[in-house]
């Protein structure tokens, strides 16, 4: 007793300390309120910071870490006698009407309070407070459950046949059964007990399926691994339900349990507390890059030209494929998923060589902290399946593009993709929003739903070009022939010594680096390139009678954006659109004829890195600017307002 009693002494002193005392006294006010005069169970929710409790009593700390249960019974008792002491609410009349749920800020950084989900067995973990950190493949519908209930002995000459003695409540790793049920006995006389139906209290439940981030590796293009992941169930209630989001990484505090599911048990996680997570990676620069940025000096342009050629050359021979590879790297910088800096770059390559392009890409994909290789027999944006924990509600599972949320989806050659898929694909890139409809009588619900969610990955596809002629295909099948034969027969030698040893890894840091920058969007960058799109609008509309999309701004800011990362600076130059102009401008062409703007045919990326061939490729870019100055000045309205003659 006198333990009990210490144990209590440093819970009431914990919440003293900590507000909890005072929280406590205001969530007591929502309870006095006359539409709560039918409760019987009064939930309530407790920070605890473990570290500030092991500071007050080393043993009230060890309790709360390795006995939950235990230490939830003691915040209980404290709570009880509070309220009644205070007289915070005349309605609770025994304890066990108080229902406490301790949430846990965090945990010790030490490897015995963190459940690695590529770890077997699991059976092993203790029921306790464990970190679990992972990626959120399935979730479904949000459900209820019995959160607590009032039973009263059917004997009417026993005194708990009347009162408020036997409530039950809902514990981690409990099934409905475990609060709910027919066979439970008076503790008093035996007798059975019988549910006050009136006074059940429900609460909100949902489903996510969580599993290793490492599992994305595995629906990769470029690395083929033999490990299987297994996910596991993770039970969210109350406030933290739609707290998660399928396609999401999250860290997540729960206690593991096993569910009792005759014939059958589970082994499943009951959530304390949900936090979004990003994996913190090294964000430097190769010492080559520094030096090849040094060496490009004031020319705003070489050293991502340089970069791009120097790109996966044991897929591609140095000159080939250069503006494929500067696409790909831009792409790949600009693409981010998080809830402050959203942003996309899709890319659609029309080529004569479909095999080498998607080599390009596989390989590509392999530097993306998150890229999935739509395979045709998986589901592209989500599917629907009975859960299988409950009473058989939907669950929605992650397709590929949801997978890959703040990374790239490659779809490959799009020649395969019916009619209705192809429609799929264009609604998300117009919405970047995927629905999803629940037919409410096949999953047990009165009525029909529909949800909705973000598309925030960049996908890639490829289409077989048909204007092409078979002489130009063999043209440009040659050299790329010769150079995979030649990586075939000497793996592992550089075939091109006289250019920069640039390797895989080099890359992946580049792009997790030049992808962390914030960058700011100068007014002459902006002016040039809503210049360009009026202008454009304006010429194409008149001579071809077409339009260019509204999102066609958005397109041309997103290039502008990506190449000022890869060139590793801060702030969008007017070079930056140059070149979003440039990779807009041939893009367009190849669907709408070209326009006004005159393209210099030196201002494609070429495949000479020597100082001469730089220098033109300089001077070409400057004329182009100039070109695009001229050619705004001339077609767009009010462009003489910002744009000087000379």
Request: glycine fraction near 6%; hydrophobic fraction near 40%; charge should be neutral.
């Amino acid at each position: 007793m006198a333990d009990m009693f210490s144990l209590k002494r440093a819970v009431l002193i914990y919440l003293d300390r900590s507000g909890g005392l005072k929280k406590l006294t205001e969530d007591c006010k929502s309870f006095t309120e006359p539409q709560q005069n039918a409760v019987v169970v009064f939930r309530f929710c407790i920070d605890v910071n473990p570290f500030d409790v092991v500071e007050v009593d080393s043993e009230l700390g060890d309790y709360v870490l390795h006995h939950p249960l235990q230490a939830t019974a003691l915040f209980q008792s404290v709570c009880f006698l509070a309220i009644k002491t205070l007289s915070l609410i005349e309605s609770v009349h025994t304890e066990c009407q108080v229902n406490i749920i301790l949430k846990l800020t965090h945990l010790p950084p030490f490897p015995d309070y963190t459940l690695d989900l590529a770890t077997f067995p699991r059976t092993n973990c203790c029921m306790r407070p464990v970190l679990i950190e992972g990626l959120a493949i399935a979730i479904t519908r949000v459900t209820k459950y019995t959160r607590g209930a009032r039973f009263l002995c059917s004997n009417d000459s026993c005194t708990f046949s009347s009162g408020f003695h036997h409530i039950r409540v809902h514990a981690p790793g409990a099934t409905e059964s475990a609060t709910v049920r027919k066979d439970f006995t008076c503790m008093t006389c035996s007798s059975p007990l019988k549910e006050d139906i009136q006074f059940r209290v429900l609460g909100d439940k949902q489903l996510v399926e969580l599993i290793h981030v490492n599992a994305l590796k595995v629906l990769s293009a470029h690395q083929q691994s033999s490990l299987r992941y297994q996910s596991v169930t993770l039970f969210l209630r109350d406030e933290l339900c739609n707290t998660m989001s399928i396609g999401q990484l999250y860290r997540v505090i729960g206690i593991p349990a096993h569910v009792h599911q005759w014939p059958s048990i589970t082994w499943s996680v009951e959530a304390n507390s949900v936090q979004p997570w990003e994996p913190q990676y090294p964000l430097d620069v190769n010492a080559k890059f520094k030096e090849l940025l040094k060496a490009a000096g004031r020319s705003p342009w070489r050293f991502s030209a340089t970069v791009a050629h120097c790109f996966a050359l044991h897929v591609a021979p140095p000159g080939l494929f250069n503006t494929l590879k500067l696409g790909l790297l831009l792409s790949l910088v600009q693409t981010r998923g998080d809830a402050k800096n959203r942003s996309h770059l899709d890319l659609l390559v029309s080529t004569g060589d479909t095999a080498i392009v998607e080599r390009l890409m596989r390989y590509s994909l392999s530097l993306s902290c998150r890229g999935v290789r739509h395979e045709g027999s998986g589901e592209m944006f989500a599917s629907l399946s009975h859960d299988e924990h409950g009473v058989g509600t939907a669950k929605i599972h992650a397709g590929s593009a949801l997978l890959a949320n703040g990374g790239i989806c490659m779809l490959g050659d799009l020649s395969g993709f019916k009619k209705d898929k192809l429609d799929a694909v264009e609604s998300a890139l117009d919405s970047r929003t995927v629905s999803v409809f629940i037919p409410g009588k096949k999953y047990g619900e009165d009525m029909d739903q529909q949800l909705s969610f973000p598309v925030l990955c960049s996908f890639w596809a490829v289409v077989d070009s048909t204007h092409s002629s078979r002489r130009a295909y063999d043209a440009i099948l040659g050299a790329p022939a010769v150079h995979i034969l030649q990586h075939a027969m000497q793996p592992g030698r550089r075939l091109y010594p006289s250019l920069v040893d640039f390797s895989t890894q080099d890359y992946r840091e580049l792009v997790a680096y030049a992808q962390s920058l914030q960058v700011d969007l100068s007014p002459a960058a902006l002016k040039m390139i809503h210049g360009y799109y009026m202008a454009s609008c304006r010429v194409r509309s008149q001579i071809h009678g077409s339009k260019m999309s509204a999102v066609s701004i958005k397109f041309l800011i997103s290039l502008a954006e990506a190449h000022c990362k890869l060139s590793l600076r801060s702030e969008v130059l007017e070079e930056d659109a140059v070149i979003a102009v440039l990779l807009c401008e041939n893009s367009v062409t190849l669907k709408h004829e070209a326009c006004a703007l005159i393209i210099p045919p030196d201002a494609v990326f070429s495949g000479d890195l020597g100082e001469d061939s730089l220098r033109r490729k300089d001077k070409a870019l400057d004329e182009l600017h100039q070109n695009i100055l001229r050619f705004i000045y001339t077609y767009a309205p009010g462009a003489d307002t910002y744009i000087t003659e000379e």
